[in-house]
């Protein structure tokens, strides 16, 4: 069965940094591209980055460009979201997905449980 567990949540302060990991079992996760997605309370899901299959190829909206790192250790087969310069408004759940393809097709059939992320001081 295809499993996605994500950890590394917490609680930071402005400024502060974390580091997600998203550990795969049931499947090969270096077959697939992986997105990492949040959702903040009361808010629609959002894509916050993709590594495709191969990490050739990343992608970051506007709003964590910059400041978030995606990076994959296929000998691990965990995908990592590094987090630098936490503000307030990146705290949500963050969850890992994939949609079983080789790019990042901005969709996802399997996702993770999520791990909760709390930016405050």
């Known amino acids: 069965q295809l499993q996605l567990v994500e950890s590394g949540g917490g609680l930071v302060q402005p400024g502060g940094s974390l580091r997600l990991s998203c550990a795969a079992s049931g499947f090969t996760l270096s077959s697939y591209a992986i997105g990492w997605f949040r959702q903040a309370p009361g808010k629609e899901r959002e894509a916050v980055s993709c590594?495709?299959?191969?990490?050739?190829?990343?992608m970051y909206p506007d709003s964590v460009k910059g400041r978030f790192t995606i990076s994959r250790d296929n000998a691990k087969n965990t995908v990592y979201l590094q987090m630098n310069s936490l503000k307030p408004e990146d705290t949500a759940v963050y969850y890992c997905?994939?949609?079983?393809?080789?790019?990042?097709?901005?969709?996802?059939?399997?996702w993770g449980q999520g791990t909760q992320v709390t930016v405050s001081s």
């Open positions: 590594i495709s299959r191969t990490g050739s190829s990343t």
């Open positions: 997905a994939t949609d079983q393809l080789s790019y990042c097709s901005g969709r996802a059939r399997y």
